[in-house]
C-alpha cells in the first residue's frame, strides 16, 4: 500500500508567524492531495485541495505546494491565528477517479501561541 | 445541508459486550467510509463501502469488527466482545465523485470506552 510521511508531528508558532507541514509519498500514480484539519472533538473537515496537473494552489491564508518530482506536497499557513490551532492530516488518493482508500498522513498537532 | 450524523456521540461499555455505531451519510453519496483515531493518532482505516460492490474489509483489525449498510444509505459498524484497546474515537465519512476527486466528509465521531 501506500505510505504517507507527515512531518512534523507536532508544530507550536507565535501568532502571526508561518507554519509550514510538509508530506511525503511513494506512489507516483497518486493524483489527488487533501489537506484536512481536525479540531478538538470534531471530526476532520476540507481545507483545501491539489489536483496532480497544478504545482501551486492558494486560499486566502492557506496554500498547498506539491512537487510531484520529488513526491512531496505542503501546507503552508500565513499571518497564523490561535484558531487555526488544531490538527492538520494530509491524505491521497492513489489513483485517479473511484472510490479508492484515502491514505491519511499521520497528522500535525499544531498550537498557535497568542 | 444536513452532514455526516453519527450516533451515540460516547458509548461506554464493559469488556465482553458487544456495540453498535451508527453512521448517516450525507443523502447521496455512495461511499461510505469507518476509520478508527486513537487517542493523539492518525486515521486508521477499517472498512468502505460503494454503491452495490462488495465492501472493503480489507482494515478490520479482527473477526470481532464487522459492518453493513443497508439501501445504500445507513451503515452500522458492529464490535464483538469489546477489548480495553478497542478504546478510541470511530470516524464515518461518505464522499462522491465529482470531477475525478474523492472528497471525504466527517461525521464527529462516536467515542467508545470499554472498560
Known amino acids: 500500500g501506500e505510505n504517507v510521511e507527515q512531518h512534523p508531528s507536532t508544530l507550536s508558532v507565535q501568532e502571526g508567524d508561518s507554519a509550514v507541514i510538509k508530506c511525503t509519498y511513494s506512489?507516483?500514480?497518486?493524483?489527488?492531495f487533501p489537506w484536512y484539519k481536525q479540531e478538538l472533538g470534531k471530526g476532520p473537515q476540507l481545507i483545501i485541495d491539489?489536483?496532480?496537473?497544478?504545482g501551486e494552489k492558494k486560499d486566502q491564508r492557506i496554500a498547498v505546494t506539491l512537487n510531484k518530482t520529488a513526491k512531496h506536497f505542503s501546507l503552508h499557513i500565513t499571518e497564523t491565528q490561535p484558531e487555526d490551532s488544531a490538527v492538520y492530516f494530509c491524505?491521497?488518493?492513489?489513483?485517479?477517479?473511484?472510490?479508492?482508500?484515502?491514505?491519511f498522513g499521520t497528522g500535525t498537532k499544531l498550537q498557535v501561541i497568542p | 445541508g444536513a452532514g455526516v450524523s453519527q450516533s451515540p456521540s460516547n458509548k461506554v461499555t464493559e469488556k465482553g459486550k458487544d456495540v453498535e455505531l451508527r453512521c448517516d451519510p450525507i443523502s447521496g453519496h455512495t461511499a461510505l467510509y469507518w476509520y478508527r483515531q486513537s487517542l493523539g493518532q492518525g486515521l486508521e482505516f477499517l472498512i468502505y463501502?460503494?454503491?452495490?460492490?462488495?465492501?472493503?474489509k480489507s482494515g478490520l483489525p479482527s473477526d470481532r469488527f464487522s459492518a453493513e449498510r443497508t439501501g445504500g444509505s445507513v451503515s452500522t459498524l458492529t464490535i464483538q466482545r469489546t477489548q480495553q484497546e478497542d478504546s478510541a474515537v470511530y470516524l464515518c465519512?461518505?464522499?462522491?465523485?465529482?470531477?475525478?476527486?474523492?472528497?471525504?466528509?466527517f461525521g464527529p465521531g462516536t467515542r467508545l470506552t470499554v472498560l
Open positions: 465519512a461518505s464522499s462522491l465523485v465529482s470531477g475525478g476527486v474523492n472528497e471525504q466528509f
Open positions: 491539489i489536483r496532480s496537473n497544478v
Open positions: 506512489d507516483s500514480a497518486s493524483n489527488y
Open positions: 491524505a491521497l488518493n492513489p489513483s485517479s477517479g473511484g472510490y479508492q482508500k484515502v491514505t
Open positions: 463501502f460503494q454503491g452495490n460492490s462488495a465492501p472493503d
